[in-house]
Each structure stands twice: as structure tokens, then as C-alpha cells.
T-cell receptor, first 113, second 113 residues
Framework: NAGVTQTPKFQVLKTGQSMTLQCAQDMNHNSMYWYRQDPGMGLRLIYYSASEGTTDKGEVPNGYNVSRLNKREFSLRLESAAPSQTSVYFC????????????FGPGTRLTVL | GESVGLHLPTLSVQEGDNSIINCAYSNSASDYFIWYKQESGKGPQFIIDIRSNMDKRQGQRVTVLLNKTVKHLSLQIAATQPGDSAVYFCAENIGINFNKFYFGSGTKLNVKP
């Protein structure tokens, strides 16, 4: 069991470039989440997918899009990166809902110049 | 969003001592609380959770206390070990909603040998 995996681990973009962060889980979890973590701040929810085929906005969705490709994979896309999106991005999954334990991936450290 | 804060940004304890990490929350409608541990360069790891209908919950070497009257949450770690050195943060969930997770910024625990 690899748990939750994320790629890439590090990425540097120029303002205006686009990229997709990949996330996959092998625990047969129904729910998946994308968070960002900024220095000195708590995690903030960007988007979540309660089940395969559904996605919904979290606290800070602007500038991002997501795709729940199948039960295993949940990707996060930045269409036109901005310096304000410099952050560490974490993907997580849980078996059913918000009161089930969330398992986090190792994170992607993104810098936008 | 609602705020989840921590009283002490850094806590240093001697190996073998007990540690207490505190968290204040502001929304009396919060139903569910979680403590996470985050080691440097890694994703958050679930430690223990508690629902609002409980005052105390114990795990292995950890205890979470919930005081709803003053909206305060604490994590007690018994016999603190060097491997406990990490950032600890609490999170609250309001109304068992997917998109109502709010995370504190964290307390760094340093365990001195």
C-alpha cells in the first residue's frame, strides 16, 4: 500500500504558465481533497471530491480546477499560475466523509516566479 | 472563515516529560476536532480525534481534552520522545461538512534529549 502519492514533489513555474498536480490513492477511499499550506498558516481546502464523479469548491478555489478522473485519482490544475499560488499543496483522502481519518500525501512544493 | 488558533507557537520539553499543546476555536457549532502531527517535509498525520459530545479521548500516549464552555482543545503527550518533535495542529469541522474544515497554524514541539 503506497497510501496517497503526489507528483511532482517540487515545481517552479513562471507567472502565467499552467500545470497539473497529480494525486492518487490506493486505499479505495471515496473522498479526496486538495489543500494548500502557506507559511505560518493552517491548511486551507481548495477543492474536494466527496465521491467519484463529484467535485466541489472549498475555502479557496479561485485560480484552480480539479478533475476526479476515477476513484483513485484526483488532479489539481492551475491554468495561469500567479505568485500568490506559491505554496505547498497536499492531497488527502478519506474512506467516506469528513469525519473519517484523512490520509495525506507528501506534498508538492510549488514556486511561481 | 472561522479561526482556529494556537496559544503557543513553539514548545520545548525535556525527553520523558509530558507535553500539552493547546488550541482555541471560535465556532460553537463545531462538531468534530482532530489533532495532526506534521514532521518536516511530510504531509500531516492523524493523531487523534474527538467529537463534540465527548470531553476526553485517549489514545496511545496521547489524550485530547475538549472544553466546549471555553472553546478550548488540548493535546497531551505522555513521556515525550524525540520522535514526537514536529508541528502539531488542530482542526475543526463544522456541521460534519466536507468544506467546513478549518485548521490552526500549528505549534512546533521541540523535544530536548
Amino acid at each position: 500500500n503506497a497510501g496517497v502519492t503526489q507528483t511532482p514533489k517540487f515545481q517552479v513555474l513562471k507567472t502565467g504558465q499552467s500545470m497539473t498536480l497529480q494525486c492518487a490513492q490506493d486505499m479505495n477511499h471515496n473522498s479526496m481533497y486538495w489543500y494548500r499550506q502557506d507559511p505560518g498558516m493552517g491548511l486551507r481546502l481548495i477543492y474536494y471530491s466527496a465521491s467519484e464523479g463529484t467535485t466541489d469548491k472549498g475555502e479557496v478555489p479561485n485560480g484552480y480546477n480539479v478533475s476526479r478522473l476515477n476513484k483513485r485519482e484526483f488532479s489539481l490544475r492551475l491554468e495561469s499560475a500567479a505568485p500568490s499560488q506559491t505554496s505547498v499543496y497536499f492531497c488527502a483522502s478519506s474512506l467516506r466523509g469528513p469525519t473519517d481519518t484523512q490520509y495525506f500525501g507528501p506534498g508538492t512544493r510549488l514556486t511561481v516566479l | 472563515g472561522e479561526s482556529v488558533g494556537l496559544h503557543l507557537p513553539t514548545l520545548s520539553v525535556q525527553e520523558g516529560d509530558n507535553s500539552i499543546i493547546n488550541c482555541a476555536y471560535s465556532n460553537s457549532a463545531s462538531d468534530y476536532f482532530i489533532w495532526y502531527k506534521q514532521e518536516s517535509g511530510k504531509g500531516p498525520q492523524f493523531i487523534i480525534d474527538i467529537r463534540s459530545n465527548m470531553d476526553k479521548r485517549q489514545g496511545q500516549r496521547v489524550t485530547v481534552l475538549l472544553n466546549k464552555t471555553v472553546k478550548h482543545l488540548s493535546l497531551q503527550i505522555a513521556a515525550t520522545q524525540p520522535g514526537d518533535s514536529a508541528v502539531y495542529f488542530c482542526a475543526e469541522n463544522i456541521g460534519i461538512n466536507f468544506n467546513k474544515f478549518y485548521f490552526g497554524s500549528g505549534t512546533k514541539l521541540n523535544v530536548k534529549p
